[in-house]
């Protein structure tokens, strides 16, 4: 065998080995990355829940608003939702959309997070990969009634891993949820009809403290 073809073999042989247990490494390296940014939106829900009631809903909105940001693809989701229509929409009514659908998301945990009960949030440690997505499951334990599952499924872009949808029970999508109501009120309504839909969610949600 000449000298180089034996070069070529032997290297082929000796990276066989190394590369097959790589990709269970790097697998295992990606839900840990995918899991960070649930982490760190678990303990900013856990200090809300904590202040719970005694503190004032902006307070409260003030303190989640950055973890929710960070751990959220919130551009990406909103895109989804609007599916096609978005394109078509002035750049203005695309930043006021995508200001209300920040401050709607927020408010929307917030109010749901809104006591601490003896509840705690816990990462559970099982993942499932669908795509190039991961999917990080979560649930709500109670001191008395059954869990609450929330998975989030992540999905990483330029290195960062972040949240694109939240299935409730494992299954059901947030997404596909507000797909329908946001585009029953685009066909009716166009995009100020959604912002001002938003609007007043916001204003429901806080008790009438944000406006």
Known sequence: MPLMLYRRALL?????????????????RAAADAAAPVAAL?????EIMKSGKTAPFPVRYQTL???????????????MTIGARWEDMPRAMQTALSAEFLRFTVASYVANFDDAAGQRLEIMPDRRQVGGDVVVATRILFPKDPPVRIDYVMRENE?????????????????AVQRSDFRHILEHGGPSALIASLHKKVEALSGGTLT
């Open 65 to 79: 608003a950055p973890a929710v940001e960070e751990s959220f693809d919130l551009p990406a989701i909103l895109r």
């Open 12 to 28: 082929r042989i000796s990276t066989a080995g190394v590369v097959a247990p790589l990709l269970p490494m790097r697998r295992a």
């Open 159 to 175: 290195g960062q891993w972040r949240v694109v949808d939240v299935l409730l029970d494992g299954s059901i999508s947030r997404v």
């Open 42 to 46: 678990n303990r900013a829900l856990t």
